[in-house]
C-alpha cells in the first residue's frame, strides 16, 4: 500500500520548501513546526546527508472534524509533508490522507480524509503547475 503522495521538482531546495509553504498556505493549512533533519542529524550524530526538512502542516477544520471522529487520529492525522533533495530534483511528499481510514477502518473520517486529499493535492499540482512555468 502507498502512503505517500509524491511531486518531484526541477527546483533548488529552498526555493521549494517555500513555494510549499505558499502552496500549503493557499489549501488552508498552516506550518506548526518545521524539522531540519539535515542539520540536526549533524549536530547530534555528526553525519552528514542531503537538504531534508519535514514540515508539520495542520488544516484546523479538518484535524477538529478527525478528532471528534476519533481522539487517537492525531496519531495518523496526515501533517507531515516532507521537502528533500532527490538527486538533482527535489522532492516534495505528504502522507497519503486515505492512509487514516485504511488503518483505522473507521468508515466516519472517509469524508475527511478525502477532504485533505484534494486539498493536498491541489497544493502539490500547484507546484508541478509553478515548475512548469518557470
Known sequence: MRYDRTVHLDTDFATTVSRVREALAAQGFGILTEIDVTATLKAKLDHDMEDYVILGACNPPLAHR??????TIGLLL???VVVRTDGNRTAVQALDPGTMVALTGLDALRPVAEEA????DAA??????ADADS
Open 78 to 80: 496526515p501533517c507531515n
Open 124 to 129: 502539490l499540482a500547484s507546484l508541478t503547475t
Open 66 to 71: 478527525a478528532l471528534d471522529t476519533d481522539r
Open 117 to 120: 486529499t484534494q486539498r493536498l
